[in-house]
């Protein structure tokens, strides 16, 4: 019970007007679901013999046809004995013929045209499609572009009239709470409606390097795939992409593309049939506290350059490895994920402002971006440290920060198989307890530089060292590379 003294105070008044859910979903559901599609593709293979067919992902009663085959026998080898069985008859030389598997999901109308968007795994190398409307028209489709990246696919379909399309919505002014409508095809039963509240936005599910996704309740099952997902205007805000789920059934857990990522995309598979994003040309990594800390950023921001490209924008325009990236034509970093997406979005051929971090200071370069499937032909991200004094002594070793090290000799490169390009200093051991074993620093990589600094010889690194905590540094900044040369950024604690 709560007294007059215990008194909470109240929230404060809301700044619009609470949007209450209907009192039915109905009228929505019935305007938007013409434009909502089911769309079922065909892969037509050669296969020998009575194999199992290789059922594309959310194929309805997947798990049924998987489980009959099993207990007849993959290949054609039935059980034993009992009339009939493969076992029992004469074997036969294995014939070539043609098998014929099937998936079937969701999609929508974007263009009265006949514009249909899905995602790619929906349709994936399907040699027929057919795009299924509510009122049970059937019409092929033809393939006018598909993107790996961010599973989308657009199709064509031909109609002697004007097709019921939906238009897109501001995804970015969505909110977790908000109501939303997912309109589908679940294990191919047909048109189906299910509502929820978006739970939360820009999700990383590790699918792709643009994941952003948009999380659900409203029930989104295997089929679903490439079908809607509203807001209660009617605009498509996301694309019904992947579940979370340990027995692939709705949980309460699903993910859609938004639309803030989806129509670019589609936009240029319209246009050219392929996409065309931005490339910088650097590998990145992501800001912890204890690199923050090193770089002097004041707080874990931004995006960390690795490696620069040789042949990428980056190395022309003057970043530099070591350099943070906050802010990319206009937006800011705010970890290492964001520069992906942003630079993807950014026209080919755009000059943009980049503000970086560099030894504390910042600056600001002009880059003219390329095109990153091209750049993605040729990329080799290579690291050039700059030339320092030559090592005291090869041979001598010296314990750094929890590492044992020594020069790089002859004898280390063969042991650890170590490029003949890469320079530095190699860990030969890393104390068990360490930070530096925290960090998963092994024996075998060679440390490139220390507080951006290049270092040629252990005893170049304790004096950096040194010098970084006589500066007052809690960590050491450290290039480190494995035996190929591929390098990243770790933070390791100066003791």
């Known amino acids: ?149 961010v599973d989308l696919a657009v199709l064509r379909v031909k109609s002697d009239k004007p097709l019921p399309a ?83 059934g709705s949980v309460g857990i699903g993910f859609a593309v938004p639309a803030s990522t989806a129509a670019p995309v589609i936009d240029q598979l319209r246009q050219f049939g392929e996409t065309r994003r931005g490339w910088l040309g650097v590998r990145i990594q992501n800001v912890d506290e204890s690199t923050a800390e090193a770089l002097a950023l004041g707080s874990a921001r931004g995006a960390l350059v690795a490696g620069i490209d040789d042949k990428g924008p980056a190395k022309p325009a003057g970043l530099e490895v070591g350099d943070v990236i906050v802010r990319f034509d206009g937006r800011e970093v705010k970890d290492s994920r964001d520069l992906p997406r942003i630079v993807a979005s950014t026209p080919v051929g755009k000059s943009v402002e980049v503000t970086v971090v560099r030894k504390g200071q910042e600056l600001k370069r002009s880059v003219t971006l390329g095109r990153l499937e091209e750049g993605e032909a040729t990329r080799q991200a290579s690291v050039n440290p700059p030339a320092g004094n030559a090592p005291e002594s090869p041979n001598a070793t010296r314990r750094v920060l929890g590492l044992e090290l020594s020069g790089v000799t002859e004898e280390l490169r063969k042991r650890y198989n170590i490029k003949d390009t890469v320079k530095g200093v190699v860990v030969t051991r890393v104390e068990p307890n360490s930070n530096a074993a925290d960090k998963r620093i092994q024996a075998g990589e060679v440390i490139v530089e220390v507080g951006q600094e290049a270092v040629n010889s252990p005893a170049d690194m304790a004096r950096r060292v040194e010098a970084l905590k006589k500066e007052g540094r809690r960590s050491a900044l450290l290039l480190v590379a494995n035996t190929q040369g591929e390098v990243r950024f770790v933070a390791v604690t100066i003791e």
Not at 21 to 31: N, Q, Y
Not at 112 to 128: E, F, K, M, R
Not at 169 to 196: C, K, Q
């Open 166 to 248: 939906v238009p897109f919505g501001d995804a970015e002014a969505i909110r977790p709470g908000d109501w939303v409508l997912a309109i589908g095809n679940p294990f191919g039963l047909g048109g189906s409606v299910t509502a929820g509240i978006i739970s939360a936005r820009g999700r990383n599910i590790d699918s792709g390097p643009y994941d952003n996704y948009i999380q659900t309740d409203a029930s989104i099952n295997k089929g679903n795939s490439g079908g809607p997902l509203f807001n209660m205007a009617g605009e498509v805000i996301g694309i019904n992409t992947a579940i979370l789920s340990p027995t692939g």
């Open 1 to 149: 019970m709560v007294t007059p003294a215990q008194t909470i105070a109240p929230l404060p008044a809301p700044a619009q007007p609470p949007r209450n859910a209907p009192m039915s979903f109905a009228d929505l559901a019935e305007r938007l679901s013409p434009a909502v599609v089911n769309i079922s593709a065909a892969t037509t293979v050669e296969a020998r013999g009575r194999t199992l067919p290789q059922l594309p992902p959310g194929t309805p009663f997947e798990d049924l046809f998987e489980e009959f085959f099993n207990r007849r026998g993959q290949g054609g080898q039935g059980g034993q004995g009992g009339p009939g069985a493969e076992g029992n008859r004469t074997p036969q030389p294995p014939q070539q013929q043609q098998r014929r598997s099937n998936s079937l999901g969701s999609g929508f109308v974007i263009d009265p045209s006949g514009i249909v968007v899905t995602n790619n795994h929906v349709i994936g190398d399907a040699n027929d499609i057919t795009v299924i409307f509510a009122d049970g028209t059937r019409l092929k489709a033809e393939v006018i572009g598909k993107d790996t990246k």
